[in-house]
């Protein structure tokens, strides 16, 4: 018997004639933060809906805990959403104590997180304002705390970075750690893919309803590790030297201070030698600079190469 919180076998969903998700399976350990990716219209928000039942999949199985009727205590699960549900005439307290008590939390207790975690957010001097008077930004931590206040096992984290400045996005990031440390398995989509790469234990790249990639973050870092992004600022651009590496690289042009500046995304690092030889015997080079690539890249690859192979 599987050791998941949340197993996911083979699992469709269409509506009309479109295949929202196809023969999805995955599994999420206890603790664990993962990450449900892809553009828009994978089949992303599909499966969040039927991991929260609300809507069922056409065929395969959704099981919490080995329980195969596809359903959790919704007191013991938290959700964001991607678009705010809020009370926006009730107050920050008000709002997050109401809904903490749907949950099951005594009011007394919910008030006491609830002002905690307000506090913790910068919004304890606007605890009792209107949240219509709050900033996005605000009122996302708001919607934040409303998801995780009554402490569930399981969390799914829709965007959670939504609205958020660069010192708040630490602060979520630091929050997220803690609670998987504490326990708590979450889901999590997001589109940062930089904050992403840092969060995740896990992750799931889903094109047009299919898995393209899935595996533990380290092993998919790993793995594209044997790549290498290269870029060289020119003053010109040799075509055909460009045309002649195209089985080792792919390569992208932007034009930066005056000059030209070509990112090589190579195939293996090996062949490095190979580009840098055919550039400089065609084209005047300023400047070299290497770097891996992160997860940004390997999901536009990966995004790119499904695409290519259902248009074929």
Known sequence: MSKAFLSVSNINKSFSNVKAVVDLSFEV????????????????TTTVRMLLDIIRPDSGVIAYNNNSNGRINPAKMGYLPEERGMYPDKSPLDSLVYLAMLRGMKRNDAKQEASKWLKRFDLADRENDKLQTLSKGNQQKVQLISSILHRPDFAILDEPFSGFDPVNQEKVIKIIHELSADGMTIVLSAHQMDLVERLADEILLLSHGTAVLQGKMKDVLKEASSALKLSIDVAAINQQTLAGLSDICNYEIADV??????????HDENNVGQLLKACTETMSIHNINTETIGLHRIYLDAVKKHKESINV
């Open 29 to 44: 350990h206890p603790g664990t933060i993962y990450a449900l990716l892809g553009p828009n219209g994978a089949g992303k």
């Open 257 to 266: 201070d005056g000059n030209k500046r070509i990112t090589f995304f190579l």
